[in-house]
T-cell receptor
Framework: NAGVMQNPRHLVRRRGQEARLRCSPM?????VYWYRQLPEEGLKFMVY????????ESGMPKERFSAEFPKEGPSILRIQQVVRGDSAAYFC????????????FGQGTRLTVV | DQQVKQNSPSLSVQEGRISILNCDYT??????FLWYKKYPAEGPTFLIS?????DKNEDGRFTVFLNKSAKHLSLHIVPSQPGDSAVYFC??????????FGTGTSLTVIP
């Protein structure tokens, strides 16, 4: 049973380009969470999704950021027109149920904007 | 608005002694608490959890204590081992909602 898979592990983008981060949850998990870790900071919640639904996006910046979790395929975190401040490690986690159980994390995607 | 706080950014402990990592929260609606361990360049790994109906949960060398009246939880590692050196995050959730994480405590176990 593969764990949470994130790709790519490392992503370099020039300012103004788009970044697409992918997350395949653990088998049987239908809940996905995205977190961002800026240098020297903790994990900041961004968005919580279930299949085809955004449950909570209170941590998402209002502009340039979007997320989806389609019926088929991985969850995608999309950052348009990236800026240097978007450079961070982005972690995806999945869980089997709503709360009350642990969420399992992927190894993260380290985004560097140059 | 940081609902889960880890006020000690770092902790150093001698090998074989007890490590105590602390975590405070502000939202009394939280009903599930977790600890994660994170090595550099890796994702957080689930360590241990506790439901709000309990005040203690033990798993081998790891024990989590929950004091609901004080809105405080702690992770005890005994005996501490050098391989325990990592960043530890506490997290809390309200059933049906997202997980809120603290900012982490970097534990160094000195051989």
């Amino acid at each position: 049973n593969a764990g949470v898979m994130q790709n790519p592990r490392h992503l370099v983008r020039r300012r103004g380009q788009e970044a697409r981060l992918r997350c395949s949850p653990m088998k049987g998990h239908s809940h996905v969470y995205w977190y961002r870790q800026l240098p020297e900071e903790g994990l900041k919640f961004m968005v919580y999704l279930q299949k085809e639904n955004i449950i909570d996006e209170s941590g998402m910046p209002k502009e340039r950021f979007s997320a989806e979790f389609p019926k088929e395929g991985p969850s995608i975190l999309r950052i348009q027109q990236v800026v240097r401040g978007d450079s961070a490690a982005y972690f995806c986690a999945s869980s089997a149920e709503q709360g009350g159980t642990e969420a399992f994390f992927g190894q993260g995607t380290r985004l560097t904007v140059v | 608005d940081q609902q889960v706080k880890q006020n000690s950014p770092s902790l150093s402990v001698q090998e074989g002694r007890i490590s105590i990592l602390n975590c405070d929260y502000t939202n009394s609606m939280f009903d599930y608490f977790l600890w994660y361990k994170k090595y550099p360049a890796e994702g957080p790994t689930f360590l241990i959890s506790i439901s709000s109906i309990k005040d203690k949960n033990e798993d081998g060398r790891f024990t989590v204590f929950l004091n609901k009246s004080a809105k405080h939880l702690s992770l005890h590692i005994v005996p501490s081992q050098p391989g325990d050196s990592a960043v530890y995050f506490c997290a809390a959730s309200i059933t049906g909602n997202q997980f809120y994480f603290g900012t982490g405590t970097s534990l160094t176990v000195i051989p």
